[in-house]
Every structure is written in structure tokens, then in C-alpha cells.
């Protein structure tokens, strides 16, 4: 146990670290982009996909997909002239998922 303090060391976060994480939780902590987020999680699709089977206006959608792309937390691919979305951050989307689980619980 003491080889295992002794191995640990303390670092302070800097600023953009601080501010990467506060913005996930953020993301996170809003359900519609949880709702997307979780969609994404199981498939690919297009933003009138989203918007049809989350029941929601396609401006809601774009807005928080621009939001989600800006933290790399989704991705997009142009086919034509449609935009299909894609999660892009397994260990955003581990967490979660194991939170979903938790809360269902």
C-alpha cells in the first residue's frame, strides 16, 4: 500500500483540462443531448433521423449536434447532401452508459 502512495503523483490541472471536463459534464447533464448522445451510441444517422425518433424540431437537433461536435463527444460524415452523426468518444460514452445503467437500477 505505502509503494502505491508513494508511485502516486499529485498534479494540479490546468485550465483547459478543467475546462474540457466541465464542459462534458455539461453536455451530459442536459437530457436531450443524453437522449442523442444515446441514439448515436447504437447507430449512425441523420439529423432528420434524430429528430424523427426523438420527437423533436430538426433546429433543436442541429443546435446540440453543434454543440456535441465542438467537444468531439460526436462526429459527423457528409453522404450527398445529408450530415449522418456518430458518437465519437468511447470513454464519454462508457460513462454514460454505466450512468443509464445506474440510474435504471
Known sequence: ??????????????????????????ALGDPTRIRIMHLLSQKECAVNEIA???ELQQSTVSHQLRFLKNLRLVKSRR???????TQDDEHVMHILNEMIQHAMH
Open 1 to 26: 500500500m505505502s509503494n502505491e502512495r508513494e508511485q502516486f503523483e499529485f498534479r494540479n490541472l490546468d485550465e483547459e483540462t478543467l475546462f474540457i471536463v466541465s464542459q462534458t459534464f455539461k
Open 52 to 54: 424523427e425518433t426523438l
Open 79 to 85: 453522404q450527398g447532401t445529408s450530415l449522418f452523426y
